[in-house]
């Protein structure tokens, strides 16, 4: 069965605006040419061994990119669009592939349609929901309109207009013609209309066959999402946090439990991660940096596509202050990462090359094999006639672990590269992983 390039997906997500050490304010004067601050992470990006690069918002907005005012053009802050085509063809000739977040839910105030209701062109009232001609807005237009999560900075569109609609799945094909993008980030798509999400994902596939389609949902039932019909793929924030919570707790439980009901068997091929722009950096949200060993080494061999957020692998830190991002978005100089720390670093790209090389580990059936309270947490990924078997010990003191039930063989650490021959007594160092193939040796 030929699978999608998407499955083998290794993630690495900037937030582009800061890395390119844009402003945070537009005000459309700007004429810089700073993508050239991307294109100087190619080497550690494809170095570290991913193979995907997700962009936080490039088209042209007012401040943080989510407030989109020109959805055919590059933000003027970082670039141009020929410059910005230059920079996807150098990632596809390294062999990384490009995925957009695209802002389809709302846009910013300065959106052509919007700026032109607010001079009482009546014409475009339909183009956003809820706009109610006998209310002021808090903003002091002579309308009221509906919002993202109450932000009157970020007008709802209509996305039952058909007028609207033809503009949105004109600017997706605007950037797969000429960009040659492989896929696209759906923000807020726990709110999009499932309609348009169907639509926007027959007419990329009719673009590109291969086409991505990846959403940003928090809550929910993710299988409303992830179908044959609407998105590939959604945010696992109920994985995210069960995973840095059963740490800080150290109750292991509540991640076998969670796993067991969100995928078992596989489930559902879900974005994953540990930290984004929205979120703490793990290395901040952790009660103990030593779990930093056992997070990392769950997020690459559980079910899922894995993502890493920039500059979380050398452990920096970030949270939200006095309600800014700013802290979580920061400008980090790659040509001076030697102040960094750098062992988690090694330690992520040796999971992903061991992501890469086993397919047990990329496609395989999930299945629980071991806990108890204040123990090890043991599971198994199977694929065809390979068994690779997991286990990680949160706690400070060594553990061991018995696997004879479950296998006959002995077994080779995929991690520590040595061979294992009594599997009745597996030892696990303090926040310690193994990674054990099956070995007939």
């Not at 199977?382 to 006959?408: G, K, M, Y």
Request: hydrophobic share 35%.
């Amino acid at each position: 069965m030929k699978r999608q390039w998407y499955e083998d997906a290794i993630i690495y997500h900037i937030y582009t605006l800061s890395l390119a050490g844009a402003p945070f304010m537009n005000d459309y004067t700007l004429s810089e040419h700073k993508l050239t601050e991307i294109e100087k992470w190619i080497p550690h990006i494809r170095g570290m061994g991913f193979n995907t690069l997700l962009f936080g918002p490039v088209f042209k907005a007012r401040t943080h990119g989510y407030d989109v005012t020109d959805y055919f053009e590059i933000d003027n802050r970082i670039g141009t669009n020929d410059e910005f085509k230059s920079l996807v063809k150098k990632l596809h000739d390294n062999g990384i592939r490009v995925l957009l977040d695209s802002v389809f839910n709302h846009c910013g105030r300065d959106f052509f349609a919007f700026q032109s209701l607010r001079q009482n062109n009546r014409e475009f009232a339909d183009w956003f929901k809820g706009v109610d001609f006998s209310r002021q807005s808090p903003m002091g237009d002579p309308f009221t309109y509906d919002t993202w999560s109450g932000y009157y900075e970020l007008p709802k569109f209509n996305l039952k207009n058909t007028a609207v609609k033809n503009y949105l799945f004109a600017a997706a094909r605007f950037w797969i013609d000429n960009f040659d993008i492989d896929g696209m980030r759906l923000d807020a798509a726990d709110v999009i209309d499932f309609d348009f999400m169907a639509e926007m994902r027959g007419i990329t596939e009719e673009k590109k066959r291969d086409f991505w389609l990846m959403g940003e949902v928090v809550h929910g039932d993710y299988s409303k999402w992830v179908n044959a019909s609407i998105l590939h793929s959604v945010t696992n924030y109920v994985l995210y946090k069960s995973l840095i919570s059963s740490h800080n707790d150290k109750n292991l439980y509540e991640l076998a439990s969670c796993i067991k009901n969100s995928f078992p068997d596989n489930g559902l091929p879900l974005y994953t991660f540990l930290d984004n722009h929205d979120q703490p950096r793990i290395a901040s949200n952790v009660s103990n940096s030593a779990y930093l060993s056992t997070l990392y080494a769950l997020l690459f061999t559980l079910p899922g596509i894995p993502s890493v957020y920039y500059g979380s692998e050398w452990e920096i830190k970030g949270i939200k202050e006095y309600g800014s991002d700013n802290a979580l978005r920061p400008y980090i100089d790659i040509e001076n990462r030697s102040v960094y720390s750098t062992w988690l670093t090694g330690y992520i790209s040796k999971l992903i090359s061991l992501r890469q090389k086993e397919n047990a580990l990329k496609y395989g059936n999930y299945k629980h094999i071991y806990l108890e309270y204040n123990r090890p947490f043991v599971f198994e990924r199977s694929w065809e006639n390979e068994r690779i078997f997991v286990a990680v010990n949160i706690a400070d003191n060594d553990e061991t672990i018995n696997l004879n039930a479950h296998s006959n063989s002995g077994f080779f650490d995929l991690l520590q590269e040595e061979h294992i021959h009594n599997s009745r007594h597996i030892q696990i160092k303090p926040y310690g992983v193994r990674i054990l193939k099956e070995d007939n040796i």
